[in-house]
Nanobody
Framework: QLQASGGGLVQAGGSLYLSCAASERTFGVRAMGWFRQAPGKEREAVATIGWSGGSTDYADSVKGRFTISRDNAKNTVYLQMNSLKPEDTAVHYC?????????????????WGQGTQVTVSS
């Protein structure tokens, strides 16, 4: 129902562009977000965006480096990741929920993508 793509291997300081397309079956999806989970760590919020795209929220660790955006006509959310660091290495998941405003709480999201691996080498 959510299909993420765009992960890969990049050197520190490089950039990646993630995309997540929601199928028509994800009825009622409003807020969308990106989360990530590194080995041995809990899943954490990276960035979230509200239905209109005017409200966004970011983890402190990615502020100024990552930008979340969406195209509602395409049912797609994006994550532009710049100045990548080795600590950004993780499986990145996109998520969709029914709230209109963004939330960094993963339990507020009903739909999850399969995850895409982001690996940043030093």
């Amino acid at each position: 129902q959510l299909q993420a793509s765009g992960g890969g291997l990049v050197q520190a300081g490089g950039s990646l562009y993630l995309s997540c397309a929601a199928s028509e079956r994800t009825f009622g999806v409003r807020a969308m977000g990106w989360f990530r989970q590194a080995p041995g760590k809990e899943r954490e919020a990276v960035a979230t965006i509200g239905w209109s795209g005017g409200s966004t929220d970011y983890a402190d660790s990615v502020k100024g480096r990552f930008t979340i955006s969406r195209d509602n006509a395409k049912n797609t959310v994006y994550l532009q990741m710049n100045s990548l660091k080795p600590e950004d290495t993780a499986v990145h998941y996109c998520a969709g929920g029914s709230r209109l405003i963004p939330t960094m709480n993963p339990y507020e999201y009903d739909y999850w993508g399969q995850g895409t691996q982001v690996t940043v080498s030093s």
